[in-house]
């Protein structure tokens, strides 16, 4: 069973910078995408951005591009997501998740337990 740690997150101000770190129980085939899901009470969960182990090809939602990087340390089967120029609309809880495309906020690998989260808050 797919397992992955989040950690990292907390408090900052707008435009100031927060990094996730996300440790999976295992080492990702290539063809594996983890990345970053993000969710509030009450809403659906949506896509943040994407790293493809293999090729390390990274992809963003629109509302971070220019503003958060994802990275890999393969050595470490863990992902990053630096953020920086935080907005208060980032505010958030943040979840790891790995799939076989870039749906994998909605339809994770199967056998893929969801984490409990990390929460991100920036304060105005």
């Known amino acids: 069973q797919w397992q992955l740690e989040e950690s990292g997150g907390g408090l900052a101000q707008v435009g100031g910078s927060l990094r996730l770190s996300c440790a999976a129980s295992g080492r990702p085939y290539s063809s594996h995408v983890l990345g970053w899901c993000r969710q509030s009470p009450g809403k659906a969960r949506e896509f943040v951005a994407g790293i493809r182990w293999g090729r390390a090809a990274t992809y963003y939602a629109d509302s971070v591009k220019g503003r958060f990087t994802i990275s890999k340390d393969s050595a470490a089967n863990t992902v990053h997501l630096q953020m920086n120029n935080l907005k208060p609309e980032d505010t958030d809880s943040y979840y790891c998740?790995?799939?076989?495309?870039?749906?994998?906020?909605?339809?994770?690998?199967?056998?893929?337990?969801w984490g409990q989260g990390t929460q991100v808050s920036v304060s105005s």
């Open positions: 998740a790995v799939g076989s495309d870039l749906g994998f906020c909605h339809q994770p690998l199967r056998g893929f337990a």
